[in-house]
Every structure is written in structure tokens, then in C-alpha cells.
């Protein structure tokens, strides 16, 4: 069944669409992350324009955390202060990206910064979760019990001014950490119609130090925010934004969430992370070999402009 | 249980006025049917350019309508003409400036090094004859029918190059409208039934531009115009995607609170219902 998508102006499967939903949203129910950086470039590779995959992408991933931060608002797995710095960042990162998105898109350079910057953030994601998740499976190998060490190491981040308490993450940090954080994580969701869960989860963990338990709903609450702010953006400025096209991934996502959520809970993390690494490293290499490969023909049309 | 019906009845309802809020929130600035840069009924049926007796047409029908079905349409033009002679049907789409994009290798990746502009590039074009073309137009009709080589041709190119790189920018466009389906063909075939019934199927990609487009039918006898008539066929959204095309545009800002609002209100619901199932 087709159907025609009023903004990205062509008719598509439904059910390719719901599909491609379901699935960013199984990812998102095992591994806790949107699936924005599986499911954008799958939309730019069924044809949808780049400019509108991105928007539509970040409009989906509103209900894809809001329906996650339920979850986790009520078990009290969020850092409210936390989340608020990381929003802070957020907001102006995510304003800017969609500035520079509005820019790159007008030089015809977008499609190119998208591949390069999916290829070298999937790239990095992937190669470090794979070796950190194979490491952790030889050392439960080998001690099944890790003594607990210090709470998260420190660095020399740390001593940078404007020192905030985060009590529910048992931190005292520079502010300028998460705001920071949160400034490039809304950067990539402009401009990559991702959530940026998959950067912010291992940043929060490894970077500031944040206990895993609080890690994913304070994400989810800063990503809901930030992709608020791109959807608005977005639609405001470039008028990229497909309801239809999101609905029907929304709609997927909705029943791909909680599969993926008890298929998460049957399976052990080692297993999990090392499933996810794997994921993300095809992805980035599909990219790669799209931007390396000889394209069809080297001549593509850029915008349209209607002479008055 | 209850609990959970009285769920499903919330979302219904708010997906239901998210669904009707354009409807709202659109007031009465914006005709819902008609986008305003397109021309209402006045345009049609209009009279013939030029009203021989000797040549008539029709569409199968009078506009192109882009439903949430659409996925691109045949629509046949046919037609009557006093004989002796040969019908060409010229059907082109609002003219628009095209930038042409030319990725080249660099550092071993492919990104766009050049860009070329061209002013007047019909957005569809499509030419068919009852004859070989070249047959009809080598006896000198020339002037107004034009083939999609010779349209193309006149496109003017936005600012300085040289002829070589122009010509390969030009080509580089005809390829990939022919490609996207916006240039179905070189030249088309008219059947003719009779030897005075003319008829052709006119294709529509999916991917079609908004606007209204041109089309015209030539009765030609010894490689002459004798007779020509035209009618536009506006091509737009309509219905439910003519009013979203129409709030993203002119009211991005408000469409973009729509769109979060819809998210929220479907994500919410939707993760608590499933989550119970």
C-alpha cells in the first residue's frame, strides 16, 4: 500500500515505513537509544530527501522518548538538575546545528556532511563499544567477580570552575561539562535527525561519570527537549518536517519498543552491547562505501526555484 | 481493563483533533482545496488559444489531483481534426531555475565540486508526434513546437562557463529529469484512429512538481501550423496534503508546534497502551 508524503513530495510503502519504524524502535526498547542513527539513513537510502528524513527523524524521536521517560520518571531514574544543564547546552546546540543545516543545505553540501559525519561518529561509537564490550566479556571470563572501585575516574575536566552538586547522580562537576555535552549532542541531532542517545548514554557513563541507572532517563529527558527544539526549528525555518512520514514511523516505533524491551531483558548485557557495536559499525560502513563508491551519475538537481 | 479502554478512548480523541487542528488552525486565510499560487476554477475548462473548427481535444481529466493515493498518473489527451494531416501534443510544466549539482572525486570521496544554474527549465516536458518528428519539423514548421533537444537548448544558464562544461551540466540535467520520469521521452507517439481521431497517454511520475501545466496540440499539414489549441492542467495537492504543504509553508512555526504536539500525544499514549498489551 502506497502512500503519498505531502512534504517529502513522492509516494512510499506504508508499511516500508512502519517496518523501518518498528525497528528503530526495537533498538530503542533493547539498547535504551533512539534508533535515529539507523533509521535517518535508511530514509535517505529509500529516496526521501536528506533535509526531510532529518526533521521528520527528529519529530519521531519525541515519542519515542516521551514514551521512554514515562517509564523512567516513574521508576526515578532522572536527573532533573542534570538533565536541566544538559538542556541548557541543548537548546543552543541544537539552534545552531539547525542554523548551520539551513547554510549547508543552501551550498548543496548537506547530503555530503550527513554521510561524513554518521561514517566518523558510528565509526567511533562502534569500534569503542566493540572493544569494550569484548574486554568485559574476558575479564567476567575470567573474575566473575570485579571489585568495585572508585565510584568514576577523575580527570582534568574536573577542574574546571563553576562546580555544580548533582545529588541523584552523586556528582560535583563543572557545569560547563554537561553544557558542553549537551551543546555538541544537540549540534548532531540537528543536523543528523538523531536523538543523540547513542553519543550522550556512553558520554554520560565515561565522561562525567554518571551512575548507569540514572544514565538513560536523563538522557531520554534531555534528547525529548532537544528534538522539540529541532522539529520547531526545523519546520519554522526550512519547512522540512513530514507529519505523515513520522506518524507512521512513530507508529511502528510504538509496537518495536516493548518487543525490544523484553527481548533486552532475556539477554545479557555483554551479549547486548556487543549486538549494538556490531549494528552501528555495518551501518558506518554501508555510509562509507556509498561515499566512496562511483555514484550513477555524477549530476544531481539541487533546489527549485519557482521564478515570480 | 477499564483502564485501559478508557486509554484507548483519550488517544482517539486527541489523535482526532490533532487531526482536524489544521482544519482550526488554518482560519479562513487559506482556501484548504486550492493553494493560493494556483489559479481556482477560472482556469477551467478554458477556451481554445486559437479556435479553428478544424482541430479539438480534451483530457481525460481537467486537473491533476496529488491525494495521499497518488503515486503518479496516466491521463490520456484526445481529439479530433479535419484531415489531411499530422497532430503533434507538446504538454510542458511551469518553468523554474534548476541547479544542477556535479559530484567529483575528492580524496577518494564523491561530493558536489560544481554547481550550475538554469533559468526557465520546464518542470515536465513531453512532446509526441503522429510522425517521426524530424520528418515533420524537417519541412520547416519549426517555430513554436520544439523538441525536447531544441527546449532545452534555449534554458539560459545563471552566470559565466565555459560551452564544453555548460553542455555537460545540460545533459547532466535532461538525464536526471528523464530519470525522475519528468521527461518521459524523447518524442512521443500519437496514435491516430480513422484519420481523424487522435489520442496519446500523457504520463505523470509520482514525484511531480505543483503548477499548472501547458498543453497544446498542433494540427500540421505540409509542415505547417494550421491549427493550434490549448489548456492548462493545474497539478496540485489536494485534501489533507494540500493542507499540510500549505501550513508547513506559510505557517512553519505553528506546524511545527502541530508536529510536536502530535508526537508527544502518540508516543505518550501509544508507549502506555502497548507497554499494557
Same mark, same amino acid.
Given at each position: 500500500?502506497?502512500?503519498?508524503?505531502?512534504?517529502?513530495?513522492?509516494?512510499?510503502?506504508?508499511?516500508?515505513?512502519?517496518?523501518?519504524? +518498528?525497528?528503530?524502535?526495537?533498538?530503542? +526498547?533493547?539498547?535504551?537509544?533512539?534508533?535515529?542513527?539507523? /533509521?535517518?539513513?535508511?530514509?535517505?537510502?529509500?529516496?526521501?530527501?536528506?533535509?526531510?528524513?532529518?526533521?521528520?527523524?527528529?519529530?519521531?524521536?519525541?515519542?519515542?522518548?516521551?514514551?521512554?521517560?514515562?517509564?523512567?520518571?516513574?521508576?526515578?531514574?532522572?536527573?532533573?538538575?542534570? *538533565?536541566?544543564?544538559?538542556?541548557? *547546552?541543548?537548546?543552543?546546540?541544537?539552534?545552531? *546545528?539547525?542554523?548551520?543545516?539551513?547554510?549547508?543545505?543552501?551550498?548543496?553540501?548537506? #547530503?555530503?556532511?550527513?554521510?561524513?559525519?554518521?561514517?566518523?561518529?558510528?565509526?567511533?561509537?562502534?569500534?569503542?563499544?566493540?572493544?569494550? !564490550?569484548?574486554?568485559?566479556?574476558?575479564?567476567?571470563?575470567?573474575?566473575?567477580?570485579?571489585?568495585?572501585?572508585?565510584?568514576?575516574?577523575?580527570?582534568?575536566?574536573?577542574?574546571?570552575?563553576?562546580?555544580?552538586?548533582?545529588?541523584? !547522580?552523586?556528582?560535583?562537576?563543572?557545569?560547563?561539562?554537561?553544557?558542553?555535552?549537551?551543546?555538541?549532542?544537540?549540534?548532531?541531532?540537528?543536523?543528523? +535527525?538523531?536523538?543523540?542517545?547513542?553519543?550522550?548514554?556512553?558520554?554520560?557513563?565515561?565522561?562525567?561519570?554518571?551512575?548507569?541507572?540514572?544514565?538513560?532517563?536523563?538522557?531520554?529527558?534531555?534528547?525529548?527537549?532537544?528534538?522539540?527544539?529541532?522539529?520547531?526549528?526545523?519546520?519554522?525555518?526550512?519547512?522540512?518536517?513530514?507529519?505523515?512520514? $513520522?506518524?507512521?514511523?512513530?507508529?511502528?516505533?510504538?509496537?518495536? %519498543?516493548?518487543?525490544?524491551?523484553?527481548?533486552?531483558?532475556?539477554?545479557?548485557?555483554? %551479549?547486548?552491547?556487543?549486538?549494538? /557495536?556490531?549494528?552501528? @559499525?555495518?551501518?558506518?560502513?554501508?555510509?562509507?562505501?556509498?561515499?566512496?563508491?562511483?555514484?550513477?551519475?555524477?549530476?544531481? @538537481?539541487?533546489?527549485?526555484?519557482?521564478?515570480? | 481493563?477499564?483502564?485501559?479502554?478508557?486509554?484507548? %478512548?483519550?488517544?482517539?480523541?486527541?489523535?482526532?483533533?490533532?487531526?482536524?487542528?489544521? %482544519?482550526?488552525?488554518?482560519?479562513?486565510?487559506?482556501?484548504?482545496?486550492?493553494?493560493?499560487?494556483?489559479?481556482?476554477?477560472?482556469?477551467?475548462?478554458? /477556451?481554445?488559444?486559437?479556435?479553428?473548427?478544424?482541430?479539438?481535444?480534451?483530457?481525460?481529466?481537467?486537473?491533476?489531483?496529488?491525494? !495521499?493515493?497518488?503515486?503518479?498518473?496516466?491521463?490520456?489527451?484526445?481529439?479530433?481534426? #479535419?484531415?489531411?494531416?499530422?497532430?503533434?501534443?507538446?504538454?510542458?510544466?511551469?518553468?523554474?531555475?534548476?541547479?544542477?549539482?556535479?559530484?567529483?572525486?575528492?580524496?577518494?570521496?564523491?561530493?558536489?565540486?560544481?554547481?550550475?544554474?538554469? #533559468?526557465?527549465?520546464?518542470?515536465?516536458?513531453?512532446? $509526441?508526434?503522429?510522425?517521426?518528428?524530424?520528418?515533420?519539423?524537417?519541412?520547416?514548421?519549426?517555430?513554436?513546437?520544439? !523538441?525536447?533537444?531544441?527546449?532545452?537548448?534555449?534554458?539560459?544558464?545563471?552566470?559565466?562557463?565555459?560551452?564544453?562544461?555548460?553542455?555537460?551540466?545540460?545533459?547532466?540535467?535532461?538525464?536526471?529529469?528523464?530519470?525522475?520520469?519528468?521527461?518521459?521521452?524523447?518524442?512521443?507517439?500519437?496514435?491516430?484512429?480513422?484519420?481523424? @481521431?487522435?489520442?496519446?497517454?500523457?504520463?505523470?511520475?509520482?514525484?511531480?512538481?505543483?503548477?499548472?501545466?501547458?498543453?497544446?496540440?498542433?494540427?500540421?499539414?505540409?509542415?505547417?501550423?494550421?491549427?493550434?489549441?490549448?489548456?492548462?492542467?493545474?497539478?496540485?495537492?489536494?485534501?489533507?496534503?494540500?493542507?499540510?504543504?500549505?501550513?508547513?509553508?506559510?505557517?512553519?512555526?505553528?506546524?511545527?508546534?502541530?508536529?510536536?504536539?502530535?508526537?508527544?500525544?502518540?508516543?505518550?499514549?501509544?508507549?502506555?497502551?502497548?507497554?499494557?498489551?
Amino acid at each position: 500500500m502506497e502512500i503519498y508524503l505531502p512534504i517529502a513530495e513522492q509516494s512510499i510503502n506504508v508499511f516500508l515505513l512502519l517496518g523501518l519504524g +518498528g525497528v528503530a524502535g526495537l533498538l530503542a +526498547g533493547m539498547f535504551g537509544v533512539g534508533g535515529g542513527f539507523l /533509521a535517518t539513513p535508511l530514509l535517505i537510502f529509500v529516496g526521501i530527501p536528506p533535509a526531510v528524513a532529518v526533521a521528520s527523524q527528529a519529530n519521531q524521536v519525541i515519542a519515542n522518548s516521551v514514551s521512554s521517560l514515562q517509564v523512567q520518571w516513574r521508576r526515578g531514574n532522572v536527573d532533573l538538575r542534570m *538533565g536541566l544543564v544538559l538542556l541548557l *547546552g541543548g537548546i543552543f546546540g541544537s539552534s545552531v *546545528g539547525v542554523t548551520l543545516f539551513t547554510y549547508l543545505k543552501r551550498i548543496g553540501q548537506i #547530503d555530503f556532511v550527513i554521510a561524513v559525519l554518521y561514517v566518523v561518529m558510528l565509526s567511533a561509537i562502534g569500534g569503542l563499544m566493540s572493544v569494550e !564490550s569484548l574486554r568485559t566479556y574476558f575479564r567476567n571470563k575470567r573474575h566473575p567477580e570485579t571489585p568495585r572501585g572508585k565510584l568514576h575516574q577523575h580527570y582534568m575536566v574536573h577542574r574546571l570552575p563553576w562546580k555544580m552538586r548533582f545529588y541523584k !547522580s552523586k556528582l560535583y562537576i563543572s557545569a560547563l561539562l554537561p553544557i558542553g555535552l549537551g551543546f555538541v549532542i544537540g549540534i548532531l541531532s540537528a543536523i543528523l +535527525g538523531v536523538g543523540g542517545g547513542f553519543v550522550l548514554v556512553p558520554a554520560m557513563i565515561y565522561l562525567l561519570g554518571m551512575p548507569t541507572a540514572v544514565v538513560i532517563g536523563t538522557s531520554n529527558f534531555q534528547v525529548l527537549f532537544v528534538a522539540a527544539n529541532v522539529t520547531f526549528l526545523q519546520s519554522a525555518t526550512n519547512g522540512t518536517v513530514d507529519v505523515v512520514l $513520522a506518524l507512521l514511523l512513530i507508529l511502528g516505533g510504538v509496537v518495536g %519498543a516493548p518487543i525490544g524491551a523484553r527481548i533486552a531483558a532475556k539477554m545479557p548485557g555483554v %551479549a547486548l552491547r556487543g549486538l549494538m /557495536a556490531v549494528l552501528i @559499525l555495518g551501518v558506518a560502513a554501508q555510509l562509507l562505501v556509498e561515499l566512496l563508491r562511483a555514484p550513477y551519475s555524477p549530476y544531481s @538537481l539541487g533546489l527549485r526555484e519557482v521564478l515570480k | 481493563m477499564r483502564r485501559l479502554a478508557l486509554l484507548v %478512548a483519550l488517544w482517539a480523541v486527541l489523535l482526532a483533533a490533532f487531526l482536524a487542528a489544521p %482544519a482550526f488552525a488554518q482560519g479562513p486565510r487559506v482556501d484548504p482545496g486550492a493553494p493560493p499560487s494556483l489559479p481556482g476554477p477560472a482556469l477551467e475548462p478554458s /477556451a481554445p488559444v486559437v479556435a479553428p473548427p478544424d482541430l479539438v481535444m480534451d483530457l481525460s481529466a481537467a486537473r491533476v489531483s496529488i491525494t !495521499s493515493a497518488f503515486q503518479g498518473e496516466k491521463l490520456l489527451l484526445f481529439g479530433m481534426f #479535419d484531415p489531411p494531416g499530422e497532430v503533434v501534443v507538446v504538454v510542458s510544466g511551469p518553468p523554474a531555475r534548476e541547479t544542477v549539482m556535479r559530484k567529483e572525486r575528492f580524496l577518494g570521496l564523491w561530493l558536489n565540486t560544481g554547481r550550475q544554474g538554469f #533559468d526557465d527549465v520546464p518542470a515536465y516536458y513531453y512532446i $509526441a508526434a503522429s510522425q517521426p518528428l524530424q520528418r515533420l519539423l524537417a519541412r520547416g514548421t519549426g517555430g513554436e513546437i520544439l !523538441s525536447l533537444e531544441d527546449r532545452m537548448s534555449t534554458v539560459r544558464s545563471v552566470g559565466q562557463r565555459e560551452s564544453d562544461e555548460l553542455t555537460r551540466f545540460r545533459v547532466g540535467l535532461v538525464d536526471v529529469k528523464r530519470r525522475e520520469g519528468l521527461f518521459p521521452a524523447d518524442i512521443g507517439q500519437v496514435t491516430i484512429q480513422a484519420n481523424r @481521431l487522435f489520442r496519446v497517454d500523457l504520463p505523470f511520475p509520482s514525484r511531480l512538481p505543483e503548477g499548472v501545466y501547458d498543453v497544446r496540440a498542433y494540427l500540421l499539414r505540409d509542415g505547417k501550423i494550421v491549427a493550434a489549441v490549448s489548456r492548462p492542467l493545474p497539478v496540485s495537492k489536494v485534501g489533507f496534503n494540500a493542507q499540510l504543504a500549505g501550513w508547513a509553508g506559510q505557517e512553519g512555526a505553528l506546524y511545527g508546534v502541530g508536529a510536536i504536539l502530535m508526537a508527544l500525544l502518540v508516543g505518550w499514549f501509544g508507549g502506555a497502551i502497548v507497554r499494557r498489551l
